[in-house]
């Protein structure tokens, strides 16, 4: 991720920084999938340091068989993106409210 310029986070902060994280993988594969052809769904999203912050985030998707022609690895990679924009607007949110 591209140096942003935040403080260092509180740990609510980073809770919540996971969340949108997650909610936004989430709700791009639920916007591609539905939910019935979904046989696990895994989003993990690790932050590491302050300064600089440093977020990791995997999404793991097995879909139905039923679902066999869909590509489940670039679901899971557009989901990855997903999540980082939804974590950089976040981050520059706050940003934006250190400066004020």
Known sequence: MEEIG?????????????????????????SKVPARKISSLDITIDTEGSKPLTVNVEVEVTLSPLMKDFNADGLSKEAVDRAFSAIKEYLRELSCKSTE
Request: proline content about 8%; charged content about 30%.
């Open 6 to 30: 935040i403080p260092p986070l509180t740990a609510e902060q980073i809770e919540r920084l996971c969340e949108i994280g997650e909610k936004a993988a989430r709700d791009h594969i639920l």
